[in-house]
């Protein structure tokens, strides 16, 4: 079954959402993550993706108290990701608690410190961030599009050892309209030992069963929780069957 990973991105140690990566387009949802990460845990999640916008915007780790407190507070398995940029953010990340970290723009721009972290951490604790415009990596914040093939990204990192990835499809994210099902699947069918977490478009409970038809790891769920459009009820009925 596949796994409901839902997001908290972080600024200013609040619970936002953005619109497409937009920092003029945020909303705030909670000033507490905390409380936000234990109704999750109180619905059966057992994951969390946590973002931290602040320091995606800085290229640095920023909000590390707020991962402390939810990893030691719920027993939820938390991913961080956002601007993590070097050995020592790794090293405040995992000391704060995360069981994985996410690196997308680093897989990048600098390679050679994500196969670092790689080799260094295991693949057990190294998700790459694949985010992706119209299929060709998009970087910094989706800010910026590169002339890098999804599908090859994907291959060529699989074939160092990458065994978790987290794709968004930007031209989804944040609007609702639902996920990008037919690229999913192209990647799951490609990849099949890739453990492929979905994210971006999820606006309701079907959008998640269409995914967890294709037998991918797990997909992430941000504004549709927030907006009510999936209830936490929907998710502990759907562990529930």
Request: one cysteine or more.
């Amino acid at each position: 079954m596949i796994q409901i990973i839902p997001a908290i991105d972080l600024i200013d140690g609040k619970c936002v959402r953005l619109t497409q990566g937009d920092y003029e387009q945020k909303k705030v949802y909670n000033e507490n993550p905390l409380e936000v990460a234990r109704q999750f845990e109180d619905a059966g999640i057992t994951r969390l993706h946590l973002v931290d916008l602040d320091g995606a915007k800085e290229k640095r780790i920023i909000n590390h108290k707020v991962l402390e407190s939810i990893a030691s507070k719920t027993s939820l398995q938390i991913d961080f990701g956002g601007g993590l940029q070097s050995d020592e953010d790794l090293r405040i990340a995992f000391e704060s608690g995360a069981k994985q970290i996410t690196g997308g723009s680093i897989a990048v721009k600098k390679p050679e410190i994500f196969l670092n972290w790689l080799s260094t951490y295991g693949s057990e604790k190294i998700i790459l961030g694949a985010d992706a415009k119209d299929e060709m990596i998009a970087v910094s914040g989706w800010q910026e599009t590169t002339e890098l093939p999804l599908m090859d990204f994907l291959a060529d990192y699989i074939q160092k050892g990458v065994r978790y990835s987290i794709s968004t499809d930007v031209a989804k994210d944040g609007l609702l309209q639902g996920p990008s099902t037919a690229l999913y699947q192209r990647i799951s069918e490609n990849f099949p030992e890739l453990k492929l977490i979905a994210s971006g478009g999820i606006s309701r409970m079907q959008d998640i069963e269409d995914l967890d038809a294709l037998k991918i790891f797990g997909v992430i769920v941000g504004k549709a929780i927030y907006e009510n459009r999936i209830s936490l009820k929907d998710i502990e009925r759907f562990y529930a069957n």
